[in-house]
């Protein structure tokens, strides 16, 4: 609360422009009654799209200290939206400012950060006798699951670091005598075990 006025910070997760787009027309109507719901996102691997709203406040008082502030963090692929309740008194353009980007400072303490890295997929056919030490190496490895199908063997998918390709192929050729071959499949971005 701020000379009466109500600020509502919050995060929202966005992949894309759209997602981030969708996401704040949810909290608009959600907030259908507030003064104001300024906006700012950064979308990208690369932080490549930014975008911020005053959404009626003067111009660069609310949305552009926003996205400082998310600049700030170092965050993507990531909405703020501060919905502001008028209390009745003026804050005045530095007022503003400040009451924008602390809303964004303080809800980025508080929120969740999740990391995505990328990682390499790998696919193999493990024989049943070999599975379950195949299995409990590769996880002890760090390597993450990404699926599997029991058929006449087991068809695997793993998630591997990009540093322990090496490794990971060395490892399965080891514990198999060379009879399980990993096949690299693709890359993804994968939300991964904060340190």
Known sequence: MIKKSRFIG???RAET???GIAALEAVKKRHWDATHNCSAM????NREFMRCSDDG???GTAGVPMLEALKMSGLTNVLAVVTRY???TLLGAGGLVRAYSASVAETLKTAEKIRRAPYAVYAMEVPFKLWGKIESQVLGA???PKGMEYLSCVAAEFYVG???EERFCDLIRELSS????????GEEYVESPTE
């Open 86 to 88: 008028f209390g009745g």
């Open 162 to 164: 990009m540093e322990k």
């Open 17 to 19: 422009p759209e997602e």
């Open 142 to 144: 760090g390597c993450l």
């Open 57 to 59: 406040e003067p111009q």
């Open 178 to 185: 060379g009879t399980v071959v990993p096949r690299k499949t």
């Open 42 to 45: 950064i979308i990208g691997e």
């Open 10 to 12: 919050r995060l929202l």
